[in-house]
T-cell receptor, first 115, second 114 residues
Framework: AQSVAQPEDQVNVAEGNPLTVKCTYSVSGNPYLFWYVQYPNRGLQFLLKYITGDNLVKGSYGFEAEFNKSQTSFHLKKPSALVSDSALYFC?????????????FGAGTRLFVKA | DGGITQSPKYLFRKEGQNVTLSCEQN?????MYWYRQDPGQGLRLIYYSQIVNDFQKGDIAEGYSVSREKKESFPLTVTSAQKNPTAFYLCASSGTTGPNQPQHFGDGTRLSIL
């Protein structure tokens, strides 16, 4: 079965420090991986995706993610955190067993950036 | 600007009542989805539709119903059979050109029991 795991419920980081939000996946075949962000009482916003090619993917708001096939990971990173980055982050993978229409989401990681 | 509009933002349901949540998109997307979000549980798929007049059950369809009569609209009805309806409901859409398409989300409807 295809799945995605976010091992940390919460990540705390000081403003200006680098941040990492972890994600591991389990899929059969090539993975289609995504990161989304959710602010309070809002829907999810797409940040970035990995389909193929470079293992380092750049996305919105200065975020990037590193795809590691051997470790089946897709960690979200940012070199310098901002207080405004505080939000709920979701890793997701397309379920290719359903023709790619379904998306499997992780449980989410809450990021707190302290000033 | 293109996007997804969900209404109402807040909804209250009485015992034994059916309520309908609206979702409209002007992105010209074929695929639409309904998710339920509970604290600490991420998103769970209720129903999805790949094309007009067709839809499939997701992981937690019991107590819910949908229709897809127009490409732009995918309303969700929470029936009285859904015994624990209190949650944040999110509608999404995506293009069907392949699994590399991200989903676009509305800003949700928060449903509570009176």
């Amino acid at each position: 079965a295809q799945s995605v795991a976010q091992p940390e419920d919460q990540v705390n980081v000081a403003e200006g420090n680098p941040l990492t939000v972890k994600c591991t996946y389990s899929v059969s075949g090539n993975p289609y991986l995504f990161w989304y962000v959710q602010y309070p009482n809002r829907g999810l916003q797409f940040l970035l995706k990995y389909i193929t090619g470079d293992n380092l993917v750049k996305g919105s708001y200065g975020f990037e993610a590193e795809f590691n096939k051997s470790q089946t990971s897709f960690h979200l990173k940012k070199p310098s955190a901002l207080v405004s980055d505080s939000a709920l982050y979701f890793c997701a993978v397309r379920d290719l067993n359903t023709g790619g229409f379904k998306t499997i989401f992780g449980a989410g990681t809450r990021l707190f950036v302290k000033a | 600007d293109g996007g997804i509009t969900q209404s109402p933002k807040y909804l209250f349901r009485k015992e034994g009542q059916n309520v309908t949540l609206s979702c409209e998109q002007n992105l010209n997307h074929d695929a639409m989805y309904w998710y339920r979000q509970d604290p600490g549980q991420g998103l769970r798929l209720i129903y999805y539709s790949q094309i007009v007049n067709d839809f499939q059950k997701g992981d937690i369809a019991e107590g819910y119903s949908v229709s897809r009569e127009k490409k732009e609209s995918f309303p969700l009805t929470v029936t009285s059979a859904q015994k624990n309806p209190t949650a944040f409901y999110l509608c999404a859409s995506s293009g069907t050109t392949g699994p590399n398409q991200p989903q676009h989300f509305g800003d949700g409807t928060r449903l509570s029991i009176l």
